[in-house]
């Protein structure tokens, strides 16, 4: 599975389990490099930017799914379980 199949596949997941996706271009600098996840208004929102790298938007779609306890019983392909099972890593 190549990263952009990984990207799209976990960015459904996100919308299944409730999550609202949002894809922006980023304004000016940020200390969240592909995007973030917020929550606004008690919904959870992954903002991810539209122009920054495909692995820096995996990487925070990943850190918005992991751990989470509705995904426990659910059937992910291998290397979907492998990413949301890994440790996070450090932020620069």
Excluded: K, W
């Amino acid at each position: 599975m190549d990263t952009h199949s990984q990207l799209s596949a976990l960015l459904d997941l996100a919308e299944q389990i409730g999550l609202t996706v949002r894809a922006l271009p980023a304004m000016g600098e940020s200390d969240h490099p592909g995007g973030a996840l917020v929550r606004l208004r008690g919904r959870e929102i992954l903002f991810l930017d539209s122009t920054a790298s495909l692995a820096d938007r995996l990487d925070v779609t990943v850190r918005a799914l992991a751990g989470r306890a509705e995904l426990e019983n659910r059937f992910l392909p291998p290397e979907l379980r492998e990413r949301l099972d890994a440790p996070p890593q450090e932020q620069p």
